[in-house]
T-cell receptor, first 114, second 113 residues
Framework: AQSVTQPDIHITVSEGASLELRCNYSYGATPYLFWYVQSPGQGLQLLLKYFSGDTLVQGIKGFEAEFKRSQSSFNLRKPSVHWSDAAEYFCAVGAGGSQGNLIFGKGTKLSVKP | DSGVTQTPKHLITATGQRVTLRCSPRSGDLSVYWYQQSLDQGLQFLIQYYNGEERAKGNILERFSAQQFPDLHSELNLSSLELGDSALYFC????????????FGEGSWLTVV
């Protein structure tokens, strides 16, 4: 069965510091991978997605993620964090086949210190 | 704004009651998904409809049901509500059946008291 693991429940970084959020997936075929962000009281906003091709994908708000098949990982990175990046981040894998639904990780809450 | 519209945004109801959550997908999207987000379970997939037909089922309780209408809007019906059903319910949509980007609405907050 497909699954997504986000090993870090909560991360705190200083404003201006770099960020890496970890995501590992379990999936039998080439996965569709996504990162979403949820600000408090808000819906889920798509940051970026990987379907195929270049393993380094660029997203909105200066985020990028790298697909590493050998490590079953899809880590999210940002070179310099802004206070407005404080939110919860969710990694998801597409269930594939004839089903389009996503399987989500438990999320990583990001706090940003001034 | 994702283009997915959900109503109501907030709902408070009593145990044992029934509620209906409504979703309008993005223009042109044929797939609609329902997810439940709770503190203990996280984001759980409930059900997917594609062009009016049920296509995938997740951890949806028998007390819950959904449908997608000819105009492609969808409703999630929750009945015999329990305290544990209190959660944020998301609707999402995508163009096709699978392998597409899924866009989420802002959710409907359900509080069961």
């Amino acid at each position: 069965a497909q699954s997504v693991t986000q090993p870090d429940i909560h991360i705190t970084v200083s404003e201006g510091a770099s960020l890496e959020l970890r995501c590992n997936y379990s999936y039998g075929a080439t996965p569709y991978l996504f990162w979403y962000v949820q600000s408090p009281g808000q819906g889920l906003q798509l940051l970026l997605k990987y379907f195929s091709g270049d393993t380094l994908v660029q997203g909105i708000k200066g985020f990028e993620a790298e697909f590493k098949r050998s490590q079953s990982s899809f880590n999210l990175r940002k070179p310099s964090v802004h206070w407005s990046d404080a939110a919860e981040y969710f990694c998801a894998v597409g269930a594939g086949g004839s089903q389009g639904n996503l399987i989500f990780g438990k999320g990583t809450k990001l706090s940003v210190k001034p | 704004d994702s283009g997915v519209t959900q109503t109501p945004k907030h709902l408070i109801t009593a145990t044992g009651q029934r509620v209906t959550l409504r979703c309008s997908p993005r223009s042109g999207d044929l797939s609609v998904y329902w997810y439940q987000q709770s503190l203990d379970q996280g984001l759980q997939f409930l059900i997917q409809y594609y062009n009016g037909e049920e296509r995938a089922k997740g951890n949806i309780l028998e007390r819950f049901s959904a449908q997608q209408f000819p105009d492609l809007h969808s409703e999630l019906n929750l009945s015999s509500l329990e305290l544990g059903d209190s959660a944020l319910y998301f609707c999402a949509s995508s163009v096709g059946l699978s392998g597409n980007t899924i866009y989420f609405g802002e959710g409907s907050w359900l509080t069961v008291v």
